[in-house]
């Protein structure tokens, strides 16, 4: 007898580890794309030792991380240009602790320059040029950081139009832009779209994204592919991407709150497959008739406004 209760009092703290709920001690990793290295661990935001200080890039952050971490990004004077995944149980957190990746207003750019030698003038089209980008659908032309003016082209049309200055188009694969007077395409920085998605989510759960300004992707700024649960995308700027800032797919389930959508090529939010979006007082920028607020091929979207406050009592 006093054999089994002493074995049952040393088993209790094994069955009460069994027993507890489902949660383990969050790590942070920090990224710099100034001064971090991919050699230091992320442990510290700052250089402390021989081995410790920030990461320089998120896909080195993602590769140690472990369930429930939190990714925090420096602000800094240059974006981060990186195409990254989070990915099944590794990236994903529990119903409490959730997978972080926090921006702090950072910016992650998928665009990329286009060399002044791709230019090529347009004959008896005076200050027209265009060049031939490596991918034909979904490019959008970046004009000194940002979306340039682009005219729709009809699919019938046969012929390149009119362009103002500065203003851009895409005809039979080719990109078409007309400088300003006695100017050529090096006096500008261009570049365009290039890097496939910004940030793909696939098969992970209870996922924070927020304070992340995401720009510049041939495809989506953020594409929650497929299987993606209780995926919230907050305080998110996702601007000038090819074909969406945001895409939800699969069977995916993503809450999109106080984010701002817009200058994006096909749709400002895109639905697909039996996906559901829940889009909480955001502003889906629809000035382009060419890229509505909303695309859906399949799936639901469900939009609210916050509920105005009650006016203070007298």
């Known amino acids: 007898m006093r054999n089994f209760t002493t074995t049952f009092f040393a088993l209790l703290p094994i069955l009460a580890t069994l027993g507890a709920p489902d949660h383990c001690a969050a790590e942070n990793r920090y990224v710099n794309n100034q001064t971090g290295d991919d ?49 099944a149980s590794r990236h994903s957190g529990m119903l409490t602790q959730p997978f972080i990746l926090e921006g702090n207003g950072a910016t992650l750019d998928g665009s990329r320059p286009i060399p002044e030698a791709a230019w090529q003038s347009v004959p008896n089209r005076p200050g027209v040029f265009r060049y031939q980008p490596r991918f034909k659908s979904h490019i959008l032309l970046y004009l000194h950081g940002r979306p340039g003016p682009r005219v729709t082209v009809p699919q019938d049309a046969t012929e390149v139009p009119e362009l103002a200055p500065l203003q851009w188009c895409l005809f039979r694969g080719h990109v078409y832009f007309r400088v300003e007077a006695d100017n050529i395409p090096a006096a500008y920085v261009l570049s ?56 939800v797919g699969g069977a995916s389930r993503v809450r999109v709150e106080a984010c701002l959508v817009g200058n994006n090529g096909l749709a400002q939010l895109r639905t697909e497959g039996y996906s559901r979006a829940l889009v909480v007082n955001c502003d889906l920028i629809d000035d382009d008739p060419a890229a509505p607020a909303v695309v859906k091929q399949g799936g639901q979207v469900v939009i609210q406004k916050a509920a105005a406050q009650p006016a203070p009592a007298p």
């Open 39 to 87: 050699l230091r661990d992320g442990r510290s935001p700052d250089l402390t030792g021989l081995a410790s200080g920030p990461f320089r890039t998120i896909a080195k952050a993602l590769q140690v991380a472990q369930r429930g971490d939190h990714i925090i990004l420096a602000k800094t004077k240059e974006p981060y240009r990186e195409s990254v995944t989070l990915q």
């Open 192 to 247: 365009a779209t290039s890097l496939p998605v910004g940030i793909t989510l696939y098969e992970a759960r209870h996922i924070q994204i927020r304070n992340l300004v995401v720009q510049g992707f041939r495809l989506d700024g953020i594409n929650a592919h497929d299987s993606v649960f209780d995926a919230n995308l907050l305080s998110l700027n996702c601007r000038g991407n090819g074909r969406s800032g945001i895409s």
